[in-house]
């Protein structure tokens, strides 16, 4: 935490990484952490729970056009977003924001103090696993999105299935800034290969 409050932290990588979980489990270990609202003109879910904020279309593209959003994106004729009174919350809370590349690029432009976090499971087979039938062009994008990530973002953490504790204390590690977290950093050369080797 710095004199005006925490810097933002960037979760990203592909579908089936593990980001929604971990950021999950950090806000039920941490109240210290929240996660940046989000925004969206899509229906409500029945019984949907969270901290998306549902509205019109008319609302959402009145943001747009007043410079509210962070960033924006469309899928299924719906829009998706982040807004910038997300960034008001880092005054009391170490806000995470669950991005992919486009956003990422948007917050840091913003706030260049963000720190940027790219996951990844440990196999290519693993994020297939869980995908399930969500489809080989899933699989592609995310190897599309990785492949433009790797001299953007400043960490790298490996996802194993069923263990979120050792994520957290991975993500810990380098939220506290210590040596071991220093070990993630993508500016060592063995984190940037593995993330060029991960779909080969």
Avoid: C, W
Avoid at 82 to 93: F, G, H, M
Avoid at 132 to 155: A, F, H, P, V, W
């Amino acid at each position: 935490m710095n004199d005006n409050g925490y810097s933002p932290i960037v979760l990203s990588g592909p579908s089936g990484a593990g980001k929604t979980e971990l950021i999950d489990y950090l806000i039920s270990k941490d109240n210290i952490f929240e996660e940046a609202p989000g925004i969206t003109t899509r229906e409500r879910r029945p019984g949907e729970v969270g901290n998306t904020e549902f509205v019109t279309m008319k609302e959402f593209l009145e943001l747009k056009e007043h410079d509210q959003l962070i960033q924006y994106a469309e899928y299924n004729g719906n829009y998706y977003g982040t807004l910038k009174s997300a960034l008001n919350l880092l005054q009391y809370k170490q806000v995470l924001f669950n991005m992919g590349y486009a956003g990422t690029m948007a917050l840091k432009e913003l706030r260049p103090d963000s720190s940027l976090i790219y996951i990844l499971p440990p196999t290519k087979e693993e994020i297939i696993k869980r995908m399930g039938n969500r489809g080989k062009e899933r699989y592609g994008l995310g190897m599309e999105q990785t492949m433009n990530s790797i001299d953007i973002y400043d960490y790298l953490l490996i996802s194993y299935t069923n263990n979120l504790e050792y994520l957290y204390d991975d993500f810990m590690d380098i939220f506290l800034d210590n040596e071991k977290g220093k070990e993630k950093s993508l500016t060592l050369t063995k984190n940037k290969d593995f993330m060029r080797n991960f779909y080969k």
